[in-house]
Every structure is written in C-alpha cells, then in structure tokens.
C-alpha cells in the first residue's frame, strides 16, 4: 500500500512539474528593448473592415474607426535598415488589445484626432516568440473596453 502510494505521488508531482514547465514555455519568456517617443496620430477614418465589426458575433457592437500614427523616437535607436524602415517609415494601427477597432466615443476619451501626438513606447522583442513590435500609449488604455459594455447596456438604435 505504501508504495502504491509513493508511485502515486511521485506521479502527481511528475505532472504538476511538466504542467508548470510546459505553462512556462507557451508563449512565456519573451523579452523587449524598450524604446520611448512619441506617436502622432496621422489618420482616422472608417472603412469596411471598421464598420463591419460591428455586426460581428460577440464583436464590440459598434462601428469602429481604423486610426493609423507614426512613431518617433526620443533617442536614436541603432537599428538595421529594414528595421528601420519597418518602424519610423511606416503607418501603424492603433486597435484595442483584443484587436477591435475603437469606436468613437472611444475617440473621444481619449481626445485621440488627426494631429494629435501621445507619449508612447515602443517594445521590440530581444527574445522569445510573443509579438515582435508593440506599442504601448501612457495616456490611453487599449483594454478600456467601456463602449461595448455601454453598448450592451443601452439596446436602443
């Protein structure tokens, strides 16, 4: 009997051991070099993809505003050629961390307009397999998902 039951626990600890080891690799273990500037909100329009979001199941509710800045760095960041253009010649998309579209009331919090520019970060993975470029805005928060909620809240047209 005892050793029917150290065979047991030694399985469970085996186990709980490869769970945390396999939950450590999934997705884990990235890292990012940080890089400070500014994002200036360049565009804001609606399009089809925006508008449409709002008819998906379980989407937001509402339709949304594709809304695009540039970033600039306060301090030179080094970089290859390609990567350098991939980042400061190039349009981003600003969207919700869940991928959704902000809509306008959204918009309106967070006084985002064309011309508009926010203190940002922008994160370039060093190690890992997570998303290779991020940006990270100080003053708005991309998981403030308050306008699908309001929306479920008031059904009215």
């Known amino acids: 009997m005892k050793k029917k039951a150290s ?7 085996f186990l709980c051991g490869s769970t945390a080891l396999v939950q ?6 990235c890292s990012y070099d940080d890089y400070p500037g500014a994002c200036e909100i360049v565009s804001i329009l609606k399009t089809e993809d925006s508008i449409r979001q709002a008819e998906v199941e379980g989407g ?10 540039v970033f600039s760095p306060d301090e030179p960041m080094n970089l290859d050629a390609d990567r350098e ?3 400061l ?3 981003h998309l600003l969207q919700l961390c869940n991928s959704w579209y902000p809509g306008p009331r959204f918009l309106e919090k967070y006084q985002i307009t ?3 520019v926010f203190e940002c970060t922008l994160k370039l993975i060093a190690t890992g397999t ?9 003053e708005i928060d991309l998981c403030d998902y308050f306008e699908s909620s309001e929306e479920e809240a008031d059904p009215s047209p």
């Open 7 to 13: 065979v047991t626990l030694l399985s469970l600890l």
């Open 60 to 69: 937001p509710g509402y339709e949304g505003y594709e809304v695009w800045f």
């Open 89 to 91: 010649g190039s349009e």
């Open 85 to 87: 253009e991939e980042i």
């Open 114 to 116: 064309e011309g508009a």
């Open 130 to 138: 997570c998303s290779p470029i991020v940006f990270e805005f100080d």
């Open 24 to 29: 450590g690799l999934i997705g884990g273990g």
